[in-house]
């Protein structure tokens, strides 16, 4: 693995050129008090270096004629990691991590000087550690100062994130490998979930189920807080309570995914509590369906970002004009966005090392086009509420149809020829969803 992070550091240096790009690790997080959350990488510096501790500095300068990757760490300090936990420390980093330099983070304000001064500019990304981010704009301020009497130095400062982002979005074989990991440990999950769905049962007794999996299963647990919604819940799109006795007759929304040494997985499924589908329930299920087959049919290799965004909405809104929940020109119906009281979310996401992945969906009015390696969600979905307002000039929802929250989330590579569906194993189909 050390060999693939250093491959990319080599690729973002060949990118950054005379620059010098300095990256901040994640902060711990303090829960309360002094009860830490669980300590969760930046994905940027991750993706960089490997390294897995907070309170850390990674620089590379490429131009640098000795140093070209530097890391500062925490030193190694035998009271504060007995409480905290064992730290690589400056000796071994430089080995473990492949860093041509090692120092301690309490020599960054002296170190990190003669690795900026000669750049012609800095590739910072403005993070929430806002002491941070001020301690790099004084360093920049102070070597623009001597600009004109030198003629060197760092003139810009510039976010990495159009370098940097196109590197994480296409994945390798080893990062592909993993998700796959994290996918199938999510399949089973799923698998289960439709197992257990019974009425009477309560909706944290499925989250349990499915997490203890995650965790059994070798991976670091929920990629995001589970949605198990049952019934009305499902109408609510982040909904994580997920403490409501489930009734015959509702549906089960079921959105949970695994984290896998930081690689995620995010699938939705959703089906009738009890046996079978309710007449509403069963046509608005297919019609979810639909929409997404066609908008999987859009990610292909050269298709603009919206198109799978727009042959969901366009299967959703043509569906609501035949059941007359919607009404009017369709045209017109999709450019004002009546439909967005029933479908209010975009329909996918990058996936990776975020959930939410890095990537550039647009540059001014151009939107960028799916390319091999990439990994997106698709996941349309139709909310009608029981307390539902329709838009403006729209038809009232009759009351049989209120009450139903209905998902369905694949992940989805981008291959050379066309799509891989990475989620396959987990069923969607009407039948698969009934018993
Ligand atoms: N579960 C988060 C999402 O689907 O985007
Ligand atoms: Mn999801
Ligand atoms: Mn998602």
Redesign the pocket.
């Known amino acids: 693995m050390q060999a693939e992070f250093r491959q990319r550091r080599e690729q973002f240096m060949a990118k950054i050129g005379t620059g010098t790009a300095i990256l901040r690790s994640a902060p711990t997080a303090v829960m309360h008090n002094d009860v830490e959350y669980n300590f969760r990488q930046d994905s940027n510096f991750f993706y960089l270096t490997g390294f897995n501790e907070a309170n850390a500095v990674a620089v590379l300068a490429p131009h640098h004629e000795t140093h070209q990757f530097v890391l500062f760490v925490q030193p190694k300090d035998r009271d504060k990691e007995t409480w905290t936990g064992y730290r690589v420390g400056v000796e071994a980093a430089k080995e473990q991590y492949g860093a041509d330099e090692v120092y301690s983070i309490q020599e960054l304000d002296e170190k990190l000087t003669q690795y900026v001064e000669k750049a012609d500019r800095i590739y910072y990304h403005f993070g929430r550690d806002h002491n941070f981010n001020q301690k790099i704009l004084n360093l920049w301020q102070r070597l623009i100062a001597t600009y004109e009497k030198k003629g060197i130095g760092p003139i810009a400062l510039e976010d990495p994130i159009l370098l940097l982002h196109p590197l994480r979005q296409s994945k390798s074989a080893s990062e592909l490998s993993l998700m796959r990991k994290a996918i199938e440990i999510a399949a089973e999950a799923h698998n289960l979930a439709l197992e257990m769905r019974n009425p009477g049962r309560y909706e944290y007794e499925i989250q349990a189920e499915m997490e203890r999996l995650f965790r059994l299963r070798g991976g670091l647990g929920a ?3 589970s ?1 198990v919604a049952s019934g009305a819940n499902a109408c609510i ?2 909904y994580t309570e997920n403490d409501r006795q489930m009734q015959d007759g509702e549906l089960l929304l079921v ?3 695994c984290s896998y040494d930081y690689y995620n997985s ?1 699938i ?1 499924r959703t089906y009738p509590v009890g046996n079978r589908f309710t007449e509403e329930q069963r046509i608005l299920y297919n019609l979810v369906l639909t929409a997404q087959e066609k908008a999987i049919a859009q990610v292909q290799p050269g298709n603009p970002w919206n198109l799978f965004h727009d042959a969901a909405v366009r299967t959703i809104v043509e569906g609501l004009m035949h059941l007359g929940l919607l009404q009017g020109d369709i045209e017109e119906t999709i450019k004002a966005e009546k439909y967005k009281p029933f479908f209010m ?1 975009g329909t ?2 990058w996936l990776g090392l975020d ?2 992945d890095v990537g550039i969906r647009q540059i001014g009015e151009t939107w960028q086009s799916f390319q091999p390696g990439q990994v997106v ?1 698709v ?1 349309p979905g139709i909310y009608i509420r029981p307390d539902f307002q329709p838009c403006e000039g729209q038809p009232e929802v009759p009351d049989r149809w209120r009450g139903i929250g209905i ?1 369905i ?1 694949d992940d989805v590579l981008v291959t050379e020829t066309g799509h891989d569906i990475l989620t396959a194993a987990v069923p969607k189909s009407i039948e698969a969803m009934e018993r």
């Open positions: 990629a995001y807080p949605i799109l982040h959105d949970a995914g995010d939705t979310h996918g996401h959930v939410h969600t996941e998902r989330e």
